[in-house]
């Protein structure tokens, strides 16, 4: 019910006076309403839910989780070095 | 496909599943709220990589499982009357009313359509002027802004044949019920991402204060709901009680504010009754007075239906995270998606569905 899937905005137009958007999800392209997301461009990727935009994806925060494993590797290394350092 | 695929990567997900491991140093009940994610934790066996004595409750979102046994039954009156052309997301169309389910009323020649997005059924509302068309708005705080702005439609069109048969529901005020259950064993939620893109994450402040749990906003992903479960273990393991995003990428704090405007301008906050669970004071939404030509229980006058749960299912108990859905004799045998007892069967979210699809064959697992 409260699926939301990342399509990327492809085009962008107005129908009944409501902002909207073809959006691409793995080739495939449907109509979506952005009116809830009015700063998506064409080129960036929103969260699509029940035909409706809900959120631009933030680009930089995606990545986050991917920074969170370079910190668990140089935990890691740290505190294999450390044991390391035990007599 | 971008921010799905690189969120499933096996690899990472045995290396967060090992922090996990790591940080516990106990064991710790953590409630995953959103039905979506009990099914990709069912589907991806993340429970089974977790620490034993670690244990995931499944939580009430579900609004398929959670919509009560009168409202479907309005809904199959509705989809039965010839002038009415009713439109429902697929997921309710096998739910058991106290008689028959929508199929069933379809199947007998009603006009029972599936519709991907409410502004369809505005959209049937304007091709067929002679027909009444009822669109069944169900859904959490996530759904809300797309029916709102159904109704703003038909408003702003002056559409005399189109209304909603609306049983919209909140999650906060499920998490306060769950919290106040003397069977309550939830220490930490995971709370459920795309309700919170659009609510934002500050109502649930309180929450976490008052009754002292840690609440990580949580993405959907197999590497989204191992992090989510990391954070949590981690305020746990630190004592602390704070309400963190983990579902950055599309949750803002302040939540998404155009979309909240217009829910606010359409529904105002309703108790409302959760099946299996019975009434909750604020739980719900419904029309405000103004929008009232577009209710379907005004227009069709359906307030008085009443009707009973089925007594055999245990749907109550597994939506508060009580009891599993193999705990039920009736699992499997008595109660399939084909033939279900209760709507948690039915739903892509349902925890019963899951636990049929994906953990039929391997026989009971640890609860």
Known sequence: ?87 | MKYIDEYRDADRARRLAEAIRRTATRGWSIMEICGGQTHAIIRFGIDEALPPSLRLIHGPGCPVCVTPIEIIDKAVALASRPEVIFCSFGDMLRVPGSEKDLLTVKSEGGDVRVVYSPIDAVNLAREHADRQVVFFAIGFETTAPANAMAVTMAAKLALKNFSVLVSHVLVPPAMRAVLDSPLNQVQGFLAAGHVCTITGIDEYRPLAEQYKVPIVVTGFEPLDILQGILMCVKQLEEGRFEVENQYARSVRPEGNRPALRQVRKVFQVVPRKWRGIGEIPQSGLALRPEYGPFDADERFALKQITAEEPAECIAGEVLQGHRKPHDCPAFGIRCSPENPLGAPMVSSEGACAAYYRYRRQKGKRRT
């Open chain 1, 1 to 87: 019910m409260c699926l939301g899937v990342p399509g990327k905005v492809v085009e962008v137009y107005s129908r009944d006076d409501l902002p909207m958007g073809k959006v691409e999800f793995g080739g495939i392209l449907k109509d979506v309403c952005l009116v809830y997301t009015p700063e998506a461009e064409v080129g960036q990727y929103v969260l699509v839910h029940v035909g409706f935009a809900i959120s631009r994806i933030d680009e930089a925060e995606a990545e986050e989780i991917f920074s969170y494993f370079r910190q668990i590797d140089e935990a890691e290394e740290a505190s294999e070095t450390s044991r390391e350092g035990l007599p």
